[in-house]
């Protein structure tokens, strides 16, 4: 019975994410949905990006949290469009569903925003689990988090097309082994896109803007 419970919830879930997928088609918009751990670098990557390419294209974000609205607030100052979602009012669910995204999308108008990313709940696990919708799902995994994560928490590796290593210029405080981190992720995702930065210092970024044009080009 459980069992059977479970597959319903995902299986519902599933119709609503292709209805927002012919939606986003429909706008030429191209949603990202950024995944990983609290305090991985999620929303900081999000800022740098809008820095970076926020003159050449339109962009937006659906912030997900249980809580608070302080990542949607840091990102309002770039004066783009940013909804929040808090998941609380709702039992505090540690992921955003796609009908919690097809919500949110109903405040943004579409045919002005190419670019959509969706912060999804800091969580390594459940969030991998319901799509939403989205042309790519990203992983983002700073490197104080080590090495064998991939290896842990699989299924986020393996549903990301893309793995983002944030805070690379901490490397010389901690032991994580940046060649083992990627090697577990390839085992785990052979096709899987890496990328290393440092929001903080500025570096690395390029690869990632390179790789976004990439999705955005082809549309997913
Ligand atoms: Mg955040
Ligand atoms: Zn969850």
């Known amino acids: ?34 995944m990983g751990s609290p305090g991985s670098g999620k929303t900081s990557l999000i800022a740098k990006t809008i820095e970076g390419m926020g003159e050449t294209h339109r962009i937006g974000v659906i912030e997900g949290d249980i809580c608070t609205s302080i990542d949607a ?3 309002a100052r770039y004066h783009i469009p940013v909804v929040q979602i808090n998941t609380e009012p709702f039992g505090g669910e540690c992921h955003l569903p796609a009908p919690a995204v097809g919500k949110a999308l109903e405040s943004f108008d579409l045919s002005s925003c190419d670019l ?16 939403i919708g989205e ?18 928490y699989p299924l986020m590796f393996r549903e990301s097309r893309a793995m983002v290593i944030s805070k690379i210029d901490l490397g010389p405080h ?3 082994n940046i060649g083992k981190l990627t090697g577990n992720a390839h085992l785990v995702n052979p096709g899987l896109d890496i990328f290393l930065l440092s929001a903080r210092e500025g570096t690395g970024l390029e690869a990632w803007f390179a790789w976004l044009e990439g999705v955005l080009r082809s549309k997913g």
């Open 73 to 75: 607030e840091r990102l």
């Open 116 to 131: 959509l990313f969706v912060e999804n709940v800091g969580n390594l696990v459940c969030p991998a689990e319901f799509e």
């Open 174 to 176: 901690i032991d994580t």
């Open 135 to 152: 042309a790519a799902k990203v992983v983002v995994l700073s490197l104080p988090e080590g090495d064998d994560k991939p290896l842990k």
């Open 1 to 34: 019975m459980d069992i059977k419970l479970v597959k319903d919830i995902l299986e519902a879930n599933d119709v609503v994410a292709r209805g927002i997928r012919e939606k986003l088609e429909q706008s030429g918009t191209v949603m990202i949905n950024v």
